[in-house]
C-alpha cells in the first residue's frame, strides 16, 4: 500500500521560495503522477501540478510561471518550489497520487504561511 | 479551467437523514469525477471514483452517480461520523478542478 510523508518549512517571508518534499513508501514510484495540492485557509481546493517519476511536469497555468516540481528516483521523493510567494500562498499543502483514478493516496497536509 | 459547482454550499442535517449533495460541471467530463470527504483539520479522503465507483472501505451508505455534467453524492443514512465537508473533483480535463465544497453539519 501506497504512502506518503512531507515535510517543509511552514514560515516564510514575502519573496521567498516555498519548498517542500513528500516521500513514496510502500509501493510503485515509477507507476504514478505525484501531484501538490493547496487550500488557503476558509477556501477551496486547488491542483498546482503533477510530476512522473521521470521528471516530466505538468503544471496549472495559474501557477506555472512560479512553480518547479523535481523528482529524486533514488530516494522516492517528490519536490515542489514556489518561487516570490506572497500573503496569497498561505495555504495547507498537500502531496497526493492516484493509484486508481485520482488521488486516493493523500499526504498530511503541511501548514504555510507567508508573513512578514 | 473547468468550474465545477456544488450545491447546496452548506446543509443541516440530523443523524439518520438521506443527505444529497450534487456537483454540477461546465462542460461534460465524461465519468471522470472523485468525491471526498475532508473533517476539520484533517486530509482529504476519497469516497467515490469513476462517478459510480466506491473507493474499497467506504461504507455503502455513501453512492454516487450521473455522468457528463451532472453528479450527486447520496448519504442514505447520515451517521455522526459524516458530519464534514465533501468536495467533488473533475479530472478529465487538466487543470483538475475541485468544487468548493458542501458542509455538513449537525441540526
Known amino acids: 500500500q501506497v504512502q506518503v510523508q512531507q515535510w517543509g518549512a511552514g514560515l516564510l517571508k514575502p519573496s521567498e521560495t516555498l519548498s517542500l518534499t513528500c516521500a513514496v513508501y510502500?509501493?510503485?514510484?515509477?507507476?504514478?503522477?505525484w501531484s501538490w495540492i493547496r487550500q488557503p485557509p476558509g477556501k477551496g481546493l486547488e491542483w498546482m501540478g503533477e510530476?512522473?517519476?521521470?521528471?516530466?511536469?505538468n503544471y496549472n497555468p495559474s501557477l506555472k510561471s512560479r512553480v518547479t516540481m523535481s523528482v529524486d528516483t533514488s530516494r522516492n521523493q517528490f519536490s515542489l518550489k514556489l518561487r516570490s510567494a506572497t500573503a496569497a500562498d498561505t495555504a495547507v499543502y498537500y502531496c497526493?497520487?492516484?493509484?486508481?483514478?485520482?488521488?486516493?493516496?493523500w499526504g498530511q497536509g503541511t501548514v504555510v504561511t507567508v508573513s512578514s | 479551467d473547468i468550474q465545477m459547482t456544488q450545491s447546496p454550499s452548506s446543509l443541516s442535517a440530523s443523524v439518520g437523514d438521506r443527505v444529497i449533495i450534487t456537483c454540477r460541471a461546465s462542460?461534460?467530463?465524461?465519468?471522470?469525477l472523485g468525491w471526498y470527504q475532508q473533517r476539520p483539520g484533517k486530509a482529504l479522503k476519497r469516497l467515490i471514483y469513476?462517478?459510480?465507483n466506491l473507493q474499497s472501505g467506504v461504507p455503502s451508505r455513501f453512492s454516487g452517480s450521473g455522468s457528463g455534467t451532472e453528479f450527486t453524492l447520496t448519504i442514505s443514512s447520515l451517521q455522526p461520523e459524516d458530519f464534514a465537508t465533501y468536495y467533488c473533483?473533475?479530472?478529465?480535463?487538466?487543470?483538475?478542478?475541485f468544487g468548493q465544497g458542501t458542509k455538513v453539519e449537525i441540526k
Open positions: 469513476g462517478a459510480t
Open positions: 462542460q461534460g467530463v465524461r465519468n471522470d
Open positions: 473533483l473533475q479530472y478529465n480535463s487538466f487543470p483538475q478542478t
Open positions: 510530476i512522473n517519476h521521470s521528471g516530466s511536469p
Open positions: 497526493a497520487t492516484g493509484t486508481v483514478d485520482a488521488f486516493d493516496i
Open positions: 510502500g509501493g510503485s514510484f515509477s507507476g504514478y503522477y
